[in-house]
Each structure stands twice: as structure tokens, then as C-alpha cells.
T-cell receptor, first 116, second 116 residues
Framework: GEEVAQTPKHLVRGEGQKAKLYCAPIKGHSYVFWYQQVLKNEFKFLISFQNENVFDETGMPKERFSAKCLPNSPCSLEIQATKLEDSAVYFC??????????????FGPGTRLTVL | AQKVTQAQTEISVVEKEDVTLDCVYETRDTTYYLFWYKQPPSGELVFLIRRNSFDEQNEISGRYSWNFQKSTSSFNFTITASQVVDSAVYFCALSEAGGGSYIPTFGRGTSLIVHP
């Protein structure tokens, strides 16, 4: 597609439940990035992929968070046993270049996760 | 380590006023990229501009202009004759060549409110 698509738009989970977010990058873009934005503040980088391979996971919390980009499927970000502090908007972005910051990243509309 | 400071948390102006959003960055790299993004109330992130560290030429795009000054490590953004539709949170971001993945660091954003 011509835009980065993210589903669902909103997700509400009780504390301890699993949350799974999806991202379809722009067709032809090999690089996918996940960011977390809490309270409309700064964006925290989580993880990036080059096709189905993890490119950079330095921002990924070691526990409870996992992500995948499988061929012919939307990428996913999964949070096991959600906590209140996981409440945020999760943005996905895609890019044509491995030099992700050197080129424009196209952002999706985000998924707002609310943990109650 | 890279750092972006947007000291102005919120700016309020009346329509048709000019407004400048400040961005100061820190980096040890000689090769880096600077960005501005707009996040309107609807939540999506809109790319506005990318500048590389070797190009200090200022840029104008319609009512928007950017002033990049390496001497002061600043990349300020000016909106001329502001309009209500300019109301949004604006993020400045920096990505460095060091480390290879160029993952951008975002500032905390400046909320611009344009009153009619």
C-alpha cells in the first residue's frame, strides 16, 4: 500500500492480559520500526527490522515485549502480561533505506493501547 | 550520545503571527541528520523536513522555513503568518551515523496553539 497501516486503532486490555499490535509497511519498504509514545511526549525507539530480520533491538524491553516481521504477513508487536505503564501510542514506521534516520521514515497512524 | 532539546513546551499565538520553534541538539558525530515532524490533534506523525549535517543552507517551503546553524547546534523552525491548522505538536529529531542504524532521537515536542 501507499501508507503504513496499523491495526487496531485502539486497544484496551486489563493488566496482565496480552496485547498484539499489527503494522503493514509501505509496499517496497524493507525496514520497519516500532516506537512508543507516552502521553504525547517523546518517541522511544523499540525495535527495527530489515525484512524479517531484527535490525536493531536496543530499545526493546527485555521482558514481555516481542516483535516479528514474517514474509507476506503484517509485522506485529506483542506485549505479554501488560502493565499500566505500557499504556501509550505505538507507532510503526517504514523506510526504504537501512540508513533509517538518514532517510524519511513514513509513520503509521498509531495504535493507542490503554491498560486498565 | 545524541540529544535533542526543545525548550518550549507550549507556544500560544494568534492567527497571522509568525512563530519560531527552537531545537537544539547535541552530537559527537560529524555526519548526522535533523528532522522536523508535525503531530496534529488527530495523532498521526507528518514528516516536514530532513537536513543532513553537511548542508547548512536554510530552506523555505511556503509559510515554513528552517534555520540550521551548526555553530549553535540549532535547527529552528519558523511558521510565517500562522493559521489555526498549524496547531499541533512539533517534534525535532536527530539521527547519527555512529552505530550504523541511524535510529533518530526525538525531542519532547513543542505544542503550538494558534488561536483564531
Amino acid at each position: 500500500g501507499e501508507e503504513v497501516a496499523q491495526t487496531p486503532k485502539h486497544l484496551v486490555r486489563g493488566e496482565g492480559q496480552k496485547a498484539k499490535l499489527y503494522c503493514a509497511p509501505i509496499k517496497g519498504h524493507s525496514y520497519v520500526f516500532w516506537y512508543q509514545q507516552v502521553l504525547k511526549n517523546e518517541f522511544k525507539f523499540l525495535i527495527s527490522f530489515q525484512n524479517e530480520n531484527v535490525f536493531d533491538e536496543t530499545g526493546m524491553p527485555k521482558e514481555r515485549f516481542s516483535a516479528k516481521c514474517l514474509p507476506n504477513s503484517p509485522c506485529s508487536l506483542e506485549i505479554q502480561a501488560t502493565k499500566l505503564e505500557d499504556s501509550a501510542v505505538y507507532f510503526c514506521a517504514s523506510s526504504q533505506s537501512p540508513l533509517a534516520g538518514a532517510n524519511e521514515q513514513f509513520f503509521g497512524p498509531g495504535t493507542r493501547l490503554t491498560v486498565l | 550520545a545524541q540529544k535533542v532539546t526543545q525548550a518550549q513546551t507550549e507556544i500560544s499565538v494568534v492567527e497571522k503571527e509568525d512563530v519560531t520553534l527552537d531545537c537544539v541538539y547535541e552530537t559527537r558525530d560529524t555526519t548526522y541528520y535533523l528532522f522536523w515532524y508535525k503531530q496534529p490533534p488527530s495523532g498521526e506523525l507528518v514528516f516536514l523536513i530532513r537536513r543532513n549535517s553537511f548542508d547548512e543552507q536554510n530552506e523555505i517551503s511556503g509559510r515554513y522555513s528552517w534555520n540550521f546553524q551548526k555553530s549553535t547546534s540549532s535547527f529552528n523552525f519558523t511558521i510565517t503568518a500562522s493559521q489555526v491548522v498549524d496547531s499541533a505538536v512539533y517534534f525535532c529529531a536527530l539521527s547519527e551515523a555512529g552505530g550504523g542504524s541511524y535510529i533518530p532521537t526525538f525531542g519532547r515536542g513543542t505544542s503550538l496553539i494558534v488561536h483564531p
